[in-house]
């Protein structure tokens, strides 16, 4: 039984995709902070759902406390590890900076110490659309350059890939980075905005459309992307011998290390997205039409043609199916 060590359990992504690894027959140990950035009784409920399964265990700490993690990690003795923790949301970043620096810079190294002195098969850490930051050439391509990001948020995330891409070189820790195009879907955060619209829109209060609507997403859906995240474990960057990379790949040419975008590869018109939430719930929005926010973007769109030829996968939910499953588990949890 493959041992697989997932950071943020508790969270939108890790809870999904420990739920999906559990189903395939993985010994999951989840590692999870259980901040209060948003409801923490969610968290609970997620972490309570695993625990269902006699495969799962968990450890409940912070990233940036070493000895714990290490103690963890070293009781665990993971063969795989994917870390998904870490201060997560844009505007928060605006706000208090520095969480983002203690938890995913300093608690990103840790994973990565941890994982080279484990010497584990396979590293997968979580990065972002937001590291491409002010590139207007779409749909981005992992190869495209990536020198502009716009909050501190995104800046965490690019040195992440950057750190990651030095401890590939240096101790041979294959590793995936993978970036994240706008997830949604059931048991999500409640600071997203697909959320918060439809918390809004079921309780008769006005919903905030930045840039007045004007601003695209590659919105995907969630179990696409753990889909995505769960072929990847078995794709194992190798150092290319000769430093040649085959085009289009973003294999490093000195390290075993790759980045691969998640997305649906479908740019959607906020206005649009905000159309289906409104036909998914039977219910039109009161409109609050609001100037662009400071680090936002006007789009993101993914090609995410790296992930369909090293795994044969594309993701695929329509956005409209993914919206009404979102609304059927948002109404059964909160008995509307």
């Known amino acids: 039984m493959r041992r697989v060590l997932i950071t943020g359990t508790a969270g939108f992504i890790g809870f999904h995709l420990a739920k999906l690894l559990l189903a395939e027959g993985f010994r999951v140990h989840g590692f999870d902070g259980m901040t209060d950035y948003y409801d923490v009784r969610l968290k609970q409920r997620r972490h309570a759902m695993l625990l269902q399964s006699p495969n799962f265990s968990m450890t409940e700490g912070m990233l940036e406390d070493q000895a714990l993690f290490d103690t963890m990690a070293g009781e665990f003795q993971p063969e795989i590890i994917v870390h998904l923790a870490g201060q997560a949301g844009v505007r928060y970043s605006l706000e208090n900076p520095r969480a983002y620096l203690e938890t995913n810079v300093i608690g990103t190294f840790n994973v990565m110490e941890a994982a080279r002195r484990l010497e584990v098969e396979h590293l997968l850490m979580a990065s972002t659309s937001s590291v491409y930051g002010a590139n207007t050439e779409m749909p981005f391509h992992e190869t495209d350059r990536t020198e502009t990001q716009l909050t501190i948020y995104a800046a965490t995330k690019k040195a992440n890939e950057s750190m990651g891409h030095a401890y590939a070189h240096l101790w041979n820790i294959p590793t995936t980075m ?39 997403r ?25 430093g040649i990379v085959p085009e289009g790949d973003s294999l490093s040419p000195v390290a075993p290390y790759r980045v691969v975008n ?11 997205f905000v159309d289906a939430i409104e036909q998914s719930l039977g219910k ?11 680090g936002d973007v006007y789009a993101t769109w993914a090609n995410a043609d790296l992930l369909q030829k090293l795994t044969g996968y594309k993701p695929q939910t329509d956005l409209r199916d993914g919206i009404d499953k979102f609304v059927t588990w948002y109404r059964e949890y909160y008995d509307i």
Do not use: C
């Open 178 to 216: 993978f970036r994240f195009f706008t997830v949604y879907g059931t048991w999500g955060r409640p600071d997203l905005a697909y959320y918060k619209f439809v918390d809004a829109i079921l309780d008769d209060r006005p919903i905030d459309i930045y840039n007045h609507g004007d601003m695209f």
């Open 218 to 242: 590659d919105f995907t859906y969630v179990d696409d992307l753990v889909r995505g995240i769960r072929l990847l474990i078995d794709v194992k960057p190798v150092r290319p011998e000769d």
């Open 262 to 272: 998640i997305g649906n590869s479908e740019k959607v018109r906020l206005l649009d």
């Open 284 to 294: 039109k929005a009161q409109r609050n039409y609001m100037p662009m926010q400071l």
